[in-house]
């Protein structure tokens, strides 16, 4: 049952990060309302991401295609 519990919390962590992260580029509360996190019955953390509009999609691509363009080897 701790694994469980230690799954949540890493779950809620990364949907708390990721619901940050795409507000960050604008998305909207309506757009987000599919994402939630999740927990398998083994314990491991998921984020559900459901569906997003495309135009999201589209600028969550942009700036991971930006951040990689910027990483220092």
Do not use: C, Y
């Amino acid at each position: 049952m701790d694994e469980w519990r230690g799954g949540w919390k890493r779950a809620e962590d990364a949907h708390a990060s990721l619901m940050e992260a795409f507000e960050h580029v604008g998305a909207t509360e309506t757009q987000l309302r599919r994402l939630r996190p999740l927990v398998s019955g083994r314990g491991t953390p998921w984020v559900d991401v459901g569906m997003i509009p495309a135009s999201l999609a589209e600028k969550l691509a942009e700036v991971i295609r930006d951040s990689e363009s910027n990483r220092v080897p």
